[in-house]
Nanobody, 121 residues
Framework: QVQLVESGGGLVQAGGSLRLSCAAS????????MAWYQQAPGKQREWVAR???????TYADSVKGRFTISRDNAKNTVYLQMTSLNSEDTAVYYC???????????????WGQGTQVTVSS
C-alpha cells in the first residue's frame, strides 16, 4: 500500500519562504509525474506545479518565478520550495502522484493528507 506523507507546512510571515516535502512510502511501485495542489478556505483545490519523472516542470501562473518543484527519484520524494510568500498562498497543500504498482501497467492517482501553509501579513 503506497502512502504519500507531506511535511514542512507552517506559519510564515509575508515575504518569507517554506519548503514542503512529500515522500512516498511502501514498496513495489513506480512513480510517474508528481504535483502539488493548493486548497484555500472556501475554494476548490487548484493545481500549483508538476514535475515529470524526467524532471520537466510546469507551474501555475500565480506561482511562476516564486515556487520551485523538484524531486529525488531515489527517495521517492517531491519538494516544493516556496519563496516571496503572500497571504494569497495561504492554503492546505496536497501532494499528488501517478503511481503504478509493479508489475502492473495501470497508473493510479494518489494523494497526500495535506499540510497547512499560513502566511501572515
Amino acid at each position: 500500500q503506497v502512502q504519500l506523507v507531506e511535511s514542512g507546512g507552517g506559519l510564515v510571515q509575508a515575504g518569507g519562504s517554506l519548503r514542503l516535502s512529500c515522500a512516498a512510502s511502501g514498496s513495489g511501485f513506480s512513480i510517474n509525474a508528481m504535483a502539488w495542489y493548493q486548497q484555500a478556505p472556501g475554494k476548490q483545490r487548484e493545481w500549483v506545479a508538476r514535475i515529470t519523472r524526467g524532471g520537466s516542470t510546469t507551474y501555475a501562473d500565480s506561482v511562476k518565478g516564486r515556487f520551485t518543484i523538484s524531486r529525488d527519484n531515489a527517495k521517492n520524494t517531491v519538494y516544493l520550495q516556496m519563496t516571496s510568500l503572500n497571504s494569497e498562498d495561504t492554503a492546505v497543500y496536497y501532494c499528488h502522484a501517478r503511481i503504478r504498482d509493479l508489475p502492473g501497467l495501470i497508473e493510479y492517482d494518489y494523494w497526500g493528507q495535506g499540510t497547512q501553509v499560513t502566511v501572515s501579513s
